[in-house]
């Protein structure tokens, strides 16, 4: 039996769910230097891997991607998560197939899926329940930021799904591009932010090493196999698993939830066994 593509998908939002204790670890780099070593150690270590450059029009595409994917997903998710917390902001991603929804019934005329549309809806009372229940710290700053990191990484599922792959390059390679540009386009705005990278200790190495191999490198080859082989709507209902990973590892640690929280994460369980059960998904658009 050949094991579904959504099941590979669904490892990459369980690591990112875990780059939030990550990054306390890499303390005191800033959250968009995180976010620009991240992303252009993955990269280097995919090119490598590959040795392939993109060619033609890939190269503005690969860009384009790059920048929503990594550069503007990457740095607003941290920052945010330096206002909210792992487990909250990670829980504004559950906006985004709602978003990509959206788009492909404004835009492509496309009619959703009834299971999509459910599983959307699910995921949205899921994720209220989360940020609104009493006790949550939130602020203008880390929501907007989450907000945005929702809009940019949705647009790059989108357009990544209607592209597909490039003529004679592997998904490995344009993965490798995606995120080499993420990288470099973040380190200017890095040094603005947060000023020098400051030295790594020993014990700071092994984290970063986890967040750049398992956490960006094989978790997104395996995500953008998920949206070539599947859907972008429904391999983005697996960005519940995120909040759910970094809210157990806040478990493990001692936090506590209430009932409204409890029945937040209930919920957002229901929406990715809703959205993975198998359908048609509505591909015309996207090959």
């Known amino acids: 039996m050949r094991l579904s593509p959504l099941l590979f998908a669904a ?3 369980i690591s990112w769910g875990t780059s939030y204790v990550v990054l306390e670890h890499l303390q005191p780099v800033g959250p968009t230097s995180a976010a620009a070593l991240r992303a252009l150690g993955a990269g280097l270590l995919l090119l490598l891997l590959v040795r392939q450059w993109p060619r033609g029009e890939w190269w503005w595409k690969s860009a384009l991607l790059g920048a929503l994917n990594f550069s503007l997903f990457f740095s607003t998710l941290f920052i945010s998560a330096a206002h909210l917390g792992g487990g909250l902001a990670a829980t504004l991603g559950a906006l985004g197939p709602l978003l990509i929804l959206a788009f492909n019934r404004v835009a492509l005329r496309q009619t ?24 949550v710290q939130a602020d203008a700053v880390g929501l907007l930021t989450g907000l945005v990191s929702v809009v940019a990484a949705s647009g790059g599922y989108l357009l990544a799904g209607a592209w597909g792959t490039p003529p004679g390059a592997s998904l490995l390679a344009l993965t490798a591009w995606q995120l080499c540009w993420g990288g ?4 200017p705005v890095a040094w603005w932010l947060d000023g020098p990278l400051p030295a790594l200790t020993p014990a700071q190495l092994p984290w970063l090493a986890y967040l750049i191999v398992v956490g960006t490198a094989l978790a997104y080859a395996l995500w953008f ?26 478990l493990l640690a001692g936090r506590h939830l209430g009932a409204a929280q409890w029945a937040g994460l209930a919920l957002i369980a229901v929406s990715v066994l809703l959205g993975a059960w198998p359908h048609r998904p509505a591909r015309a658009a996207y090959s």
């Open 112 to 135: 959703p899926q009834p299971a999509a549309l459910q599983a959307g809806g699910l995921g949205l009372v899921g994720v209220a329940l989360l940020v609104l229940s009493p006790g």
């Open 184 to 187: 470099l386009l973040l380190v």
């Open 11 to 13: 490892a990459a939002p």
């Open 225 to 250: 196999r998920g949206i070539r082989d599947t859907s972008p709507v429904q391999v983005s209902l697996l960005t519940r698993l995120s909040p759910a990973a970094a809210l157990t590892l806040d």
